[in-house]
């Protein structure tokens, strides 16, 4: 079993900074990609950011200047650091991850359960 479990969410104000972390444990044998989506009510899912194993990086336009991206690949981690918040990047916030578990061959689409990140003053 593979689980990702988010960590960082809350209430931050308007102008404000966040850092959103995820840690993939379990039966893994490797990770690709990782990234983070994001989805607010009433809209579908959308991507905010994604990284390689390799490290290189890819951006919504929406948080393009204000986000960054890592990850520790020997800690199965991933972070989300942004700032300049504002209301309309309030959502709940998944963890996204291809990984191969130990025994297959293959990657797989793992989620987190997310995480709630809401701009309000």
């Known amino acids: 079993q593979v689980q990702l479990v988010e960590s960082g969410g809350g209430l931050v104000q308007p102008g404000g900074s966040l850092r959103l972390s995820c840690k993939a444990s379990?039966?893994?044998?490797?990770?690709?990609?990782m990234a983070w989506y994001r989805q607010a009510p009433g809209k579908q899912r959308e991507l905010v950011a994604s990284i390689t194993r390799g490290g290189s990086t890819n951006y919504a336009d929406s948080v393009t200047g204000r986000s960054t991206i890592s990850r520790d690949n020997a800690k199965n981690t991933v972070d989300l650091r942004m700032n300049s918040l504002k209301p309309e990047d309030t959502a709940v916030y998944y963890c996204?991850?291809?990984?191969?578990?130990?025994?297959?061959?293959?990657?797989?689409?793992?989620w987190g359960q997310g995480t709630q990140v809401t701009v309000s003053s």
């Open positions: 379990g039966s893994i044998f490797g990770i690709n990609d």
């Open positions: 996204n991850a291809y990984v191969i578990p130990h025994g297959l061959l293959d990657y797989y689409d793992y």
